[in-house]
């Protein structure tokens, strides 16, 4: 007969073992709001932050480009090919944040990026030449792509501890910061407030949050074997990781060991390939998708004001209802992937993004056409979270670096989208151009299976 469940010592403060439970060996318990830690609910409030944050300190840059290329005398032309500078240093912090996670701890890492971007927001506003811009701009995008990758891996841990999707809600929550820094930027620019001033004050804001998010995040130990999983602890940095011998944590490990199988030799380099293939589907599904938000994102307010022969005020609508859907349906999008599972929440978004995007080719009335960019826009709201999140999760030591690569061939396609819809307006019209990320989309709805658990 079953130990009672008062009979079990209690889990210690910071470990899986205080937020999931076991009766027995193998078996896990539904987490509910009562049995999640206090360290654990902070963990994930200092994550809301460091998307919150990002989001925020890249729209304060954006607001402001105008005021900088001014002062730094930068022409348009010149400007893009600054803003690609910017992916690219975006591109190196991607890469190198992935390995040093995995090895530092993406704690470590989230203090160093989040720090590096509160600092280095300022540079641009304080660039006289366009040496100086560039030079900022480098800068700034490695931080921002340091602390993507890093904010991201720092969020699966502590979605792996809930036992329940909170991704997507992660990432809404970058979607608010940057619509609160481009209501602070546009009522400082109101206020007669220079970029110096402006910029300064959003990197000490940075700062400030940075020191108070850091050291409630999720400190994760790794084990000196590979072949055991990882203890995460939320106790703060005097915490260090001890043996463990309730069946809660037992119960903990059992389920950590399903995402970090145990291999040696062959087996070993078989699993490496595996994830290799893996890593690769989720960064072409990644690409996909991403595509498909730059081309919204950069060229939804063009096709509706040559479609249709809008106005610039109602061309906006597009991206507006685009986006609009696209925060609402990250904030809802846990709950769906909750009770259909990741793949569901892929497939279904992907088709539902393609209708939307075949209704914008289709439309001749600007209302439906603004149906169809929202369609969009809930469509996508929900894959890149769940990407990630199987990213993350594929097992073995490397999880960080595993999402930063999925994470560089993704963003590959956030630039690629609207360069190659502007290269193929050149034969065709914007509007059949459009076909593009459609069929890509359809493909990801077929790939869905990608990022089953």
């Not at 439970?21 to 932050?49: C, H, K, N, Q, Y």
């Not at 890093?150 to 329940?164: G, K, P």
């Not at 030799?265 to 990644?286: C, F, H, M, P, Y």
Request: glycine share 10%.
């Amino acid at each position: 007969m079953a130990a009672p469940r008062a009979s079990r010592p209690p889990p210690e403060r910071g470990d899986l073992g205080s937020v999931c439970s076991g009766a027995g060996a193998g078996t896990v318990e539904l987490v509910t709001p009562a049995t999640i830690d206090r360290e654990l609910r902070l963990a994930r409030a200092a994550v809301f932050a460091a998307f919150t944050l990002n989001g925020f300190l890249l729209a304060m840059w954006v607001v402001h480009i105008p005021a900088i290329t001014d002062r730094a005398g930068v022409s348009s032309s010149l400007l893009g090919m600054f803003v690609l500078l910017l992916a690219g240093a975006a591109l190196v912090g991607m890469r190198l944040a992935g390995p040093a996670a995995d090895r530092f701890g993406s704690r470590t890492l989230v203090a160093l990026a989040a720090t590096t971007i509160s600092v280095t927001v300022i540079g641009p506003a304080l660039a006289a030449n366009p040496v100086t811009l560039a030079i900022a701009l480098a800068c700034f995008g490695f931080g921002n792509g340091a602390l993507d990758v890093s904010m991201n891996t720092q969020a699966v841990h502590v979605e792996r501890a809930y036992h329940r999707p909170i991704m997507s809600a992660f990432h809404a929550m970058f979607s608010c910061g940057g619509f609160v820094g481009a209501l602070v930027g546009a009522a400082t620019q109101r206020a007669g407030w220079s970029p110096q001033l402006t910029l300064t004050c959003a990197g000490i804001a940075g700062l400030v949050v940075t020191a108070v998010l850091v050291p409630r995040l999720i400190r994760h130990h790794h084990p000196e074997t590979g072949s055991r999983p990882e203890h995460y602890d939320a106790s703060g940095p005097e915490a260090t990781a001890k043996p463990r011998t309730d069946r809660s944590d037992r119960a903990a490990r059992d389920l950590a060991t399903e995402s970090t199988p145990v291999s040696t030799g062959k087996d070993a380099r078989q699993e490496n390939r595996d994830r290799t293939r893996k890593v690769l589907s989720l960064g072409g599904i990644a690409f996909v998708l991403l595509l498909a938000e730059g081309v919204a994102g950069d060229w939804s307010a063009l096709q509706v004001r040559e479609h249709l022969g809008a106005s610039e005020s109602d061309a906006a609508l597009a991206f507006g209802a685009f986006s609009a859907t696209m925060t609402l349906g990250r904030f809802l999008a846990d709950r769906v992937s909750a009770a259909i599972g990741p793949v569901a929440i892929l497939r279904f978004g992907s088709l539902l993004a393609a209708a939307g995007l075949g209704v914008v080719i289709a439309s001749p009335w600007l209302p439906l056409t603004l149906v169809g960019w929202a369609m969009c826009g809930l469509g996508l709201a929900g894959g890149v979270p769940q990407i990630f999140t199987a990213a993350g999760n594929l097992g073995g030591t490397t999880a960080a670096t595993d999402m930063s690569r999925v994470f560089t061939i993704g963003y590959l396609g956030l630039l690629a989208g609207p360069a190659v819809i502007g290269w193929l307006t050149a034969v065709i019209p914007l509007t059949a151009a459009l076909a593009v990320p459609l069929v890509l989309t359809l493909a990801c709805a077929a790939a869905a299976k990608v990022v089953s658990r």
